[in-house]
């Protein structure tokens, strides 16, 4: 039994998911399990996920507005290798930084994910062969600040870069990798992603009400009912 405090949990939580970001794209749906959906189960290996971001952005935010409420130096205990994680993590998102202010390449987007990935995967590795040590060591609530600050400005550029030229937004998207490159591409607009931006807090109101009046006018819409569907209705091939 390993006795661990509230915020290592949250961080456990939290590094998990954004191990898995792939910028401009979203949560990677790997078989590391970072999110399970069974409406997406076929996406699962090259699908990534604007919709766990949009929720994920949600919760930072809430998250952050608890931990500003903190003397910035406040200490908190948690497992060594989760700082280690915590810390290889924050180096990374902090030298990309600079990226969030405009566009990622194909292969800056595979950089920022092999080094993210490859904390989560140092961490994994120690827990899965002998356990955590037991051994605690120190992050500052400055330091969770700041990475979450860097973090919601990453997931932010992301849900920019997502939004569709009819004002709605990409749901689920689909990564490929060649040698150093992880190239984008984007599936048909899907209902679940309109109602996860808009639960993300990150629109004004301006924004979501652009955002249902192109629900309003989408394909997704089905007057007969007043309903929408949630994914377009196709005219599939005999």
Do not use: C
């Amino acid at each position: 039994i390993i006795h661990v405090n509230f915020i290592e949990k949250i961080l456990a939580t939290t590094l998990a998911k954004l191990s898995n970001f792939i910028p401009e794209a979203g949560i990677w749906m790997n078989t590391q399990r970072p999110e399970w959906n069974d409406a997406n189960n076929a996406l699962v290996g090259n699908g990534v996920s604007m919709v766990t971001l949009s929720y994920l952005r949600r919760f930072l935010a809430f998250f952050k507005s608890i931990t500003e409420a903190v003397d910035a130096s406040e200490n908190y205990e948690i497992s060594e290798e989760l700082a280690q994680m915590f810390s290889k993590m924050q180096a990374t998102f902090s030298q990309y930084q600079y990226l969030t202010e405009g566009k990622f390449s194909d292969v800056q987007r595979k950089e920022v994910l092999d080094e993210l990935g490859e904390a989560a995967s140092t961490y994994r590795l120690k827990v899965y062969n002998s356990g955590l040590s037991g051994h605690k060591t120190k992050v500052s609530a400055e330091a969770i600040n700041q990475f979450l600050s860097i973090s919601l400005k990453y997931i932010e550029q992301a849900i920019e870069v997502n939004k569709r030229t009819d004002n709605l937004y990409h749901a689920y998207n689909l990564m490929t990798v060649d040698n150093n490159k992880i190239s984008i591409d984007y599936l048909s607009e899907m209902l679940e992603g309109q109602v996860a931006v808009l639960s993300s807090g990150y629109l004004n109101a301006k924004q979501s009400l652009a955002l249902l009046d192109a629900l309003k006018n989408s394909d997704l819409f089905r007057q007969d009912q007043y309903s929408y569907l949630l994914y377009p209705n196709k005219a599939l091939k005999g």
